[in-house]
Each structure stands twice: as C-alpha cells, then as structure tokens.
C-alpha cells in the first residue's frame, strides 16, 4: 500500500449528541489531550440559545465564521485524530447527518440525567444506516442520573444497537467514586479536574481485591463486585469486528466537566476506532489503498462577510494523495481544477497544506464551482455514494419582493441549496419556488443571506405540507398520471427528481396505498 503509514495512524470522526449532552466539553477535553489547546474554555459551544438570525449571524461572525471548528486535527500518542464538529442545533440536523457521511466512526454522548433525547435517535438512524462504528459516553456521572443498567437497556432499546460496557461507575451524583476498566481491570478513582492526563488509576488484580473497601468503601465495593459479577456474564469480551461493522458499541461512563472517564474513551478509541475506511462510487468500490487521489465535498460554508463572497468547501480524502497546485479531476462538471491555497486544520489554526491523504478534511476555497456530494479524482469518472438527502419538515414559497433582482434571486437560490442550507422545490403546472427546511432559523438565514450577498429581498409564504417523498416507478407512465392528477402535490427537486409534497401523514399512507407501482423514498441520494 502506497500510503499506508499515514492511513494506519490517522482516525477520522465526530462526536455526536443532543444539545447540551455534553458535546463541546467532551471536544475540548479531547483537545487538551492531544495538546491542541492549552487551557479549558478556548472551545467554543456552537449553541444557538435563542432562535433569532441576529443572534446566529452574530455568533457565526464571532466565531470566525465557525470555519476554524468545523474541523480539528490533533495528534495523540503518534496517531492523527480528525475531529469533525457537527451542529448542535436542530434547525441544522441536516448538515450534521452530511458530516457523518464523512466520518469513519463516531462517539455518541448521552445525558445519564436525560437518557436517551430526541436528537440521540435521528442521528443514531443515520449512523445505523451507513453501519457506522459507535463508541458511547454516557455522560455526568456526577449528577444523579438514572440507574446504569436502566441506562443501557434504554439505549439498546431505544437506539436499536447492542452494547457492551468497557467502564463501569461506582455509585453516582454526590457519592460518584469513579469507574472500574473492565478492560485493564484497574480502578479510576473519580476527582474532579479539568486538567489533562493526571487521573488517580488504582492497580487492582481484580474487583476481588481487598483495596477496593478501602479506596470505595464497604458499600460500593460489593455492588460493583455484584455488578461485575453479572456484566461477565451477560457479555464476554468485545469481539473487534462487531464494534467495526456497527453491531456493538462500547461504552464508557464518565464526567465530560472533571474529565474524568476521557482518558480511558480516548485510548480505547485509539486503540480500536477503525482508520480510513474504502468508499462505495457509482462505478465501484474505492480502496483506501489506491494510490490515485480521489475525494468528496460533505459540506460548504459560506463566507459571511458580504466582501469576501468565496466559500469554503470541505473535502474528504477518500485515496491516493491530495496535492497543493495540482489538477485534478471535477467529474460533474467535467473540468480540471487545483488549489493554490488549500488548509488543513491541525492545532485549530488554519494553515496551507501542501499534501493531504486519506481520512483527511482539507478546506478547499470556492468560487461557485461546488456543490455537497461533489467528487474530485486524477481523472476517472465517479461519483461517491451514500451521501442522502432527507424529506425537509418545512416548506415555504419564495415570494420576490423585488422584480427587479429576480436574477440576483435565482442566482441567491441555485447557490444556498448547492450549499446544502435548503432543497428547492418547483412545483408542477407552474413555476412556484417551494423552500424545503428542517428548522425555521433555516429560512431566517436564508432570508438574511439572500438580502446581504445578493442583494434580493423575498418574503416566505407557509405552505401546508407535511413532507416531500422522492417518486421512482418502473412504469413512466404511473408518474405522468400521478402527477397530472396531483398537480398541486407534485413537482420536481433542483436536480430534476419527481417529488410528492404530502400535506399530511393520512395523505401519504393513502396515496402509498393507492399506488403500489410507484416508490415513495423519505431520503434521497445525491448522487
Ligand atoms: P453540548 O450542547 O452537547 O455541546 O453540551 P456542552 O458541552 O456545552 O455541555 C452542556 C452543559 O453541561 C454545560 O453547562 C457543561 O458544563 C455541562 N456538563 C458537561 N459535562 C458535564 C458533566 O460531566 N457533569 C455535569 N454536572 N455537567 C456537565
């Protein structure tokens, strides 16, 4: 393998929960660790607190546009960690299901107070969907949270994923003394610090060892001595190809805030989370091992500075070797086109890289040329697969405010939906434009953009439905039909594909019912 030293020491994935989990604690103690910063608090929470544009450009703006979060690289013990931030808000769930088709595994943080949360399960779907790897934090052990095997039978249940404990808490909230490695079979004894790296590790042959009385106490000694006893039975050892093709999580208790329990998640996910992995195209399959470059575009963000109208599109290496000034391949539009200042995102800072190989994120300036779901290669023609579009939950027409700028307008919109910030809808039997959103601070961003970068002021009109299905038949025929007969449901996405606009769920299971030769699909690829 051409590359093989550089692909067998980086790791590539994102930590994932619902807000307020504990995500962007759980980030920063990752970075402390791998030295990438230097004190606790520089990471910023990417939390929108109130649902106003002015507070979200304001943060967007504050935070240098969020560019320099979106990914973090670290090393840690001679391994390269890409750590892609994913949005916490659930207005921006979409972006986030994106940046997981771009991951080669995931940590999932879960609330022992909260337990499983809603935001938990949509993204736990998308993770089952592609099969990929979940280690599980279940986090705030110091808070008096639910009961630990309540806990993971909620997950298993509620997740539809088996896990398997690597730590084990010792009691909880006030009386937290810590986590027993079931692995190591060593004692971590629980004190809250928000420094890296000097956990007070107890040796013990195993939980029979007498020290534990006296480190945890009589109690605590003997339920974990039970709890142990029962956790052997039930589960063995973690078998590494479980883990790798997404049937069992491994799962770790811990306290995010006194970064307790991160050391042990960080070195068993180094030890175990899986390094780049091969990639599925239109064509064929990919191997990481290639020696041919080829990547993705996952997400693109814009530049909020009305100055500076470039983007950034962010690339996943997927084979071979990026190169700085070097021409390769965009196979959409068929042209040849290299970088002169692409970065990586090593340390936080956004420096100019000259090489990138797989598992990496590069940040790739942009013109206009690209849209989510773009590939780029040294020549062949593919396209990466598996990178969905979801059914959006709000849908509004574009009323144009000002006849006058309506080229600004389409421009405005062919450009934000290439973005990936909304799918656009023309409806059938005429030429209303239909915003399809998961949030509504989408379409006050949306509006915000609009007017600042293009110069187009638009009003939004509530349409009533429910959800948009993508429509595919064998029969041609069933679609015209369909869509003469449903004239005011029906219309087409920005790519061409037939959609069904349902007004409500009882409409949706009718019209499935009613047309058995057509296929009703809640996701759409890309590609
Ligand atoms: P995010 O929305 O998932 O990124 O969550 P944050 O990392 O911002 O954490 C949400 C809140 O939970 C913050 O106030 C944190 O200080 C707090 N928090 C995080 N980890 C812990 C923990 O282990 N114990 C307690 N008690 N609070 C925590």
Known sequence: MKYEKEINRRKTFAIISHPDAGKTTLTEKFLLFGGAIQTAGAVKSNKIKKHATSDFMEIERQRGISVATSVMSFEYKDMLINLLDTPGHKDFAEDTYRTLTAVDSVVLVVDSVNGVEEQTRRLMEVCRMRDTPVIVFINKMDRDGKNRFDLLEEIENELKISLHPMTWPINQGKDFKGVYNLHDKNLVLFTASTKGGDENTVEIKDVADKILEEKVGERDAETLREDVELIDGVYGELKAGDYLSGKIAPVFFGSAVNNFGVKELLDTFIRIAPTPRDRQTNARAVSVAEPKFSGFIFKIHANLDPKHRDRIAFLRVCSGKFERNKYFHHVRIDKDVRFSNPYSFLARDKEVVDEAFPGDVVGLFDTGNFKIGDTLTEGEDFYFTGIPTFSPEIFKEVVNKDPMKTKQLEKGLMQLTDEGVAQLFTQFGGTKKIIGCVGELQFEVIQYRLLHEYGASVQFNHLPFYKACWLTSKDPKKLED??????????????????????????????????????????????
């Open 482 to 527: 369909f869509a003469r007969f449903k004239l005011a449901n029906t219309g087409e996405d920005k790519d061409g594909n037939m959609v069904y606009l349902a007004n409500s769920e009882w409409f949706l299971n009718t019209e499935m019912q009613n047309n058995p030769d057509i296929q009703f699909h809640f996701t759409s690829e890309i590609h």
